[in-house]
C-alpha cells in the first residue's frame, strides 16, 4: 500500500505492468476510455469503491477494465488468470453464469446489457460488452472516489 501512495503522490514510478495482455490494454484508445489496470486485482477494494464481484478478483491475476465514452457504453476486461487451463475453465463458467461474475459488488446491477463477447489466448481473456447505463454512471463515480485506508486518510 506505501508503493500505491508514492505513486499517487509522484514520488516513484507507476507500477511495473508488462506482457502481451498490457500491450492489448495500452493500445486502446486512450482520448475516449476510462482504464484501471490492477496487477493485484484482489486488492481493488482497498483502494476504490467495491466495484467488481469479490469472486472474479480473487480468481485473476491481472485486471484491465477500459470503458468507451460513448451511447451505449462500451467495455474491455482484460483478466490474466494461473494457467491457461484455469482461463478456459473461469471462460467456460464466465459463458455459463455471467450473471454471477460480471455484476457490480453489494449490488443487482450487471455490468453486462447482453452476455459478453470471450476471447481467451492462452491463461488471458478478454471479455467485450456493453455497459447498462446506470451501471456505467455508477462504475465512473466509483472510479473517481478512490478509498483511502484509515492510517492514510486520517494523516
Not at 59 to 77: E, F, H, W, Y
Not at 119 to 126: D, V
Not at 146 to 151: E, F, G, K, N, R
Amino acid at each position: 500500500m506505501d508503493e500505491l501512495v508514492r505513486v499517487r503522490l509522484g514520488i516513484d514510478l507507476d507500477l511495473k505492468i508488462t506482457g502481451q495482455l498490457f500491450d492489448r490494454f495500452q493500445a486502446l484508445d486512450r482520448e475516449s476510455a476510462l482504464r484501471l489496470i490492477s496487477r493485484s486485482p484482489s486488492d481493488l477494494p482497498r483502494m476504490f469503491h467495491p466495484i467488481f464481484a469479490p469472486e472474479l478478483l480473487e480468481n485473476s491475476q491481472l485486471l484491465g477494465l477500459a470503458l468507451t465514452l460513448q451511447n451505449p457504453v462500451k467495455a474491455r476486461l482484460f483478466l490474466k488468470l494461473k494457467t491457461p487451463e484455469s482461463a478456459s475453465e473461469f471462460a467456460r463458467t464466465l459463458h455459463n453464469e455471467p450473471q454471477r461474475w460480471l455484476r457490480l459488488q453489494d449490488s443487482n446491477l450487471l455490468l453486462y446489457a447482453q452476455p459478453p463477447e470471450i476471447t481467451r489466448q492462452a491463461a488471458n481473456l478478454e471479455l467485450r460488452f456493453n455497459v447498462p447505463e446506470e451501471t456505467a454512471r455508477l462504475l465512473c463515480s466509483a472510479s473517481q472516489k478512490p478509498t483511502l485506508p484509515a492510517s492514510v486518510a486520517g494523516d
